[in-house]
């Protein structure tokens, strides 16, 4: 069983940058599907950022040019660069991983068998 933990999230002003980081348990993670998705209260989990096994990514349009997604097979960590933080970008960040699929770049819950307990960012204006 793949164990996740997020880390790196906090209460920051529009503008500003964080660095969200996901610690995998699993040794094989370099071969997996690995995603941020967020959720506001009231609202679905969305997709936000995946990268698969060969390092490919994809973004959602709200955070394409202000986010990065990256992660180091040889520290099992995969890490958000997040800038330009807007207000709308608050939410709980959850990191996820799955098995290697198709569906993998659609940024879809269904690509994912195990989640992080998520980390909290706040962007006041």
């Known amino acids: 069983r793949v164990q996740l933990a997020e880390s790196g999230g906090g209460s920051v002003q529009a503008g500003d940058s964080l660095r969200l980081s996901c610690t995998a348990s699993?040794?094989?993670?370099?071969?997996?599907?690995m995603g941020w998705f967020r959720q506001t209260p009231n609202n679905e989990r969305e997709g936000v950022a995946t990268?698969?096994?060969?390092?490919?990514?994809s973004y959602d349009d709200s955070v394409k040019g202000r986010f990065t997604v990256s992660k180091d097979n040889a520290k099992n960590i995969m890490y958000m660069q997040m800038n330009n933080l807007k207000p709308e970008d608050t939410a709980m960040y959850y990191c996820?991983?799955?098995?290697?699929?198709?569906?993998?770049?659609?940024?879809?819950?269904?690509?994912?068998?195990?989640w992080g307990q998520g980390t909290q960012v706040n962007v006041s204006s």
């Open positions: 699993e040794t094989t993670f370099n071969g997996y599907c």
């Open positions: 996820a991983a799955g098995l290697p699929s198709r569906f993998c770049l659609s940024r879809v819950k269904l690509a994912y068998n195990y």
């Open positions: 990268i698969d096994g060969e390092g490919n990514t």
